[in-house]
């Protein structure tokens, strides 16, 4: 049996050499390489470290994974380099379940409390001798339990239902091994498998978890992830975390476990101590905001509005694509394509005009299609924004309006898009947008600013939320036009953008001229004065002359009649929000909205802080 040879320090397969389980001298030339495969059985070079897990929640390491490295100092100390080696020499399933052995061993020798992750690949998992139970003899001579252990499926490879290694899968858990999907997102096999498996834990892989703090496409891929993992019953584990501010923004998200670098490196040890400490420290720090970015036309290409629609080619009879449009009624263009090359439109009432002249059926039907086509149609790549097809649409010619386009990817043919479905994606995409972002300013709008006011009061922490509006905003518009309105507008977003702290403090533009404002930062109240005398000092250049001078101007008051105003101010109210003073975001928004009104009764720039039942406690935040 192979595992025999194992437990005798030596590594063999059948038909690979000699006594020894070594190939024979003349079988392979590479005896520098198959000494370190010996070497790492037989002398004990191959080496375990291992690096902790940590638990979210309770601050602590929740199990370590087994990792395998080589011998120190050579080309093959790396599990990659060693591993591969094997791999072609035959030997990988062998170094697996030897390194599996060790870690187990070494595991149960330092009576480490919590689980261990060992690796495994599906070519392994496959071998007999799993489904055999030698996993379980490993576990009973070393005095561990199957729910100590964790079976890491180390590639995502799709797994056939009917194979061996699923078989094997099964084995384990019915043995009571829990198992783990590793570099989840990498591809579509591990989705598959996730979804057919129902993994205890799914491993996010490091792409998506490092820098993901002022990334928000990676931010909305592990909040999905994380969003199916509570559907599915899995627990989310985020690697390659190395980062102070991308711990905070996985954490926020409500992941369970994490592993990186800065809760603890691989070593020979097990460390439970620096990632409690880790924790605790982490704890006390504010809250991150959520790098933002709504949906965008400018991110929606032709490729989500492209249909495919079977071509003709430009030798095909005109009474072949007159009788396709008679049978499809919904049918409006069909492209004309040679060898996967677009060469133009026919357009559905071109055809059926022409053949409803007298004779022109007669006279054109057996004839080329191509005579008919537009040949000089708007052409796209998949990868267009449907803004700039938009652009292209409205400079063009009319007849590319009524035509519609044809989508290419690599010149290739794909399929073909209509201007009625083009205005219909734009026209969904603003409403998404405006739900999101606001396009003036491009801040967060209603949604974000909902959801991160949520998220702080979910968590327990204690901010400020500020609500700002302009005093005599309406009248300044009517008098100097929406375009100087609109930099009034953009002035007050760059001033509390700037005088707010970039990591833990949120900008959100309600709409018009209301901004809300989330502050973690200590000094939230010099910043809002702040805010209010960079907006004072710069507004009055957006006045003429006279009005400054006069520290007023002359406008329509709602009934049309002519009234003094005062330079146009900001007013900025300011709600304290402890633990348990509020239960959901439109209690807050409530309350800031009434600290507003408070703001907006004194005249010129004002703050108005709702002290009377929340009174500010002390938030630490970070340098910057």
């Given at each position: 049996m192979l595992n025999q040879g194992y437990e005798k320090g030596l590594l063999f397969r059948p038909g690979h050499g000699g006594a020894a389980g070594l190939p024979m001298d003349n079988e392979l030339p590479h005896k520098a390489e198959l000494r370190v495969l010996s070497e790492c059985v037989a002398q004990g070079s191959l080496?375990?470290?291992?690096?902790?897990?940590?638990?979210?929640?309770?601050?602590?390491?929740?199990?370590?994974?087994?990792?395998?490295?080589?011998?120190?100092?050579?080309?093959?100390?790396?599990?990659?380099a060693l591993f591969e080696l094997a791999r072609q020499h035959g030997f990988s399933s062998d170094l697996e379940l030897l390194a599996?052995?060790?870690?187990?061993?070494?595991?149960?020798?330092?009576?480490?409390?919590?689980?261990?992750?060992?690796?495994?690949?599906?070519?392994?998992?496959?071998?007999?001798?799993?489904?055999?139970?030698?996993?379980?003899?490993?576990?009973?001579?070393?005095?561990?339990?199957?729910?100590?252990?964790?079976?890491?499926?180390?590639?995502?490879q799709?797994?056939?239902?009917?194979?061996?290694?699923?078989?094997?899968?099964?084995?384990?858990?019915?043995?009571?091994?829990?198992?783990?999907?590793?570099?989840?997102?990498?591809?579509?096999?591990?989705?598959?498998?996730?979804?057919?498996?129902?993994?205890?834990?799914?491993?996010?892989?490091?792409?998506?978890?490092?820098?993901?703090?002022?990334?928000?496409?990676?931010l909305q891929i592990a909040r999905a992830i994380q969003h199916i993992a509570q559907v599915a019953g899995s627990a989310v584990i985020a690697e390659g975390i190395e980062e102070a501010a991308d711990f905070q923004v996985v954490r926020d998200l409500g992941i369970s476990y994490c592993q990186g670098f800065l809760i603890g490196r691989p070593t020979l040890g097990l460390d439970a101590d620096s990632p409690a400490s880790l924790w605790k420290q982490m704890s006390r720090e504010p809250v991150l905001a959520f790098p933002m970015s709504g949906p965008s036309v400018n991110r929606v290409t032709a490729r989500k509005i492209q249909q495919r629609v079977d071509p003709v080619a430009p030798d095909t009879e005109n009474d072949v694509v007159y009788a396709r449009f008679e049978s499809e009624p919904d049918l409006l263009v069909i492209p004309v394509v040679d060898r996967e090359t677009p060469r133009g439109?026919?357009?559905?009432?071109?055809?059926?005009?022409?053949?409803?002249?007298?004779?022109?059926?007669?006279?054109?039907?057996?004839?080329?299609?191509?005579?008919?086509?537009?040949?000089?149609?708007?052409?796209?790549?998949?990868?267009?924004?449907?803004?700039?097809?938009?652009?292209?649409?409205?400079?063009?010619?009319?007849?590319?309006?009524?035509?519609?386009?044809?989508?290419?990817?690599?010149?290739r043919y794909v399929g073909v898009g209509t201007s009625q479905n083009l205005i219909r994606e734009i026209n969904a995409q603003q409403v998404v947008a405006a739900r999101y972002s606001n396009p003036l300013t491009l801040l967060p709008g209603n949604v974000p600013i909902a959801e991160h006011i949520t998220r702080l009061l979910s968590l327990g922490r204690e901010f400020v939320v500020c609500y700002a509006d302009l005093d005599n905003f309406k009248p300044y518009n009517d008098i100097y036009?929406?375009?100087?309105?609109?930099?009034?507008?953009?002035?007050?977003?760059?001033?509390?953008?700037d005088a707010c702290h970039p990591q833990?403090?949120?900008?959100?533009?309600?709409?018009?001229?209301?901004?809300?404002?989330?502050?973690?930062?200590?000094?939230?109240e010099q910043r809002c004065r702040k805010a209010l005398a960079a907006f004072g000092e710069r507004i009055v250049g957006l006045f003429s002359e006279g009005d400054r001078?006069?520290?007023?101007?002359?406008?329509?008051?709602?009934?049309?009649?002519?009234?003094?105003?005062?330079?146009?101010?900001?007013?900025?109210?300011?709600?304290?929000?402890?633990?348990?003073?509020f239960n959901t975001h439109s209690e807050v928004a409530a309350a800031a909205t009434e600290a507003k009104k408070m703001a907006k009764r004194e005249r010129g720039n004002a703050l108005f802080v709702e002290r009377r039942?929340?009174?500010?406690?002390?938030i630490k935040p970070p340098a910057g």
């Open positions: 080496r375990t470290v291992f690096q902790p897990i940590m638990d979210f929640r309770r601050g602590c390491v929740f199990a370590h994974e087994a990792l395998a490295r080589g011998p120190a100092g050579t080309a093959f100390e790396s599990p990659t599996v052995r060790k870690s187990l061993k070494r595991f149960a020798d330092r009576g480490a409390p919590g689980k261990l992750f060992i690796n495994f690949s599906a070519p392994t998992l496959a071998e007999r001798r799993i489904e055999g139970g030698i996993i379980l003899q490993y576990l009973q001579r070393y005095g561990l339990t199957p729910k100590q252990v964790v079976i890491e499926l180390s590639e995502s799709a797994i056939a239902h009917t194979s061996p290694a699923w078989s094997a899968l099964l084995k384990c858990r019915n043995d009571g091994l829990e198992i783990a999907i590793d570099d989840l997102g990498e591809g579509f096999a591990s989705l598959r498998l996730w979804s057919e498996l129902r993994p205890e834990y799914v491993k996010v892989d490091r792409h998506f978890v490092h820098g993901i703090h002022r990334d928000p496409v990676k439109l026919i357009n559905r009432h071109s055809i059926i005009d022409r053949f409803a002249r007298p004779y022109r059926r007669e006279l054109y039907g057996r004839k080329a299609c191509a005579a008919f086509m537009n040949d000089k149609p708007l052409v796209v790549d998949a990868d267009t924004s449907i803004q700039e097809i938009s652009m292209m649409l409205t400079e063009g010619n009319d007849r590319a309006l009524f035509d519609g386009f044809i989508v290419v990817e690599r010149g036009g929406y375009h100087r309105g609109d930099e009034v507008i953009q002035l007050l977003a760059r001033e509390l953008s833990i403090d949120f900008v959100g533009h309600v709409g018009g001229d209301d901004f809300v404002t989330v502050l973690q930062s200590p000094d939230w001078q006069r520290g007023s101007f002359m406008a329509e008051d709602r009934r049309g009649n002519q009234q003094c105003f005062d330079l146009t101010s900001l007013s900025i109210g300011a709600v304290v929000v402890e633990r348990a003073t039942r929340y009174p500010v406690s002390s």
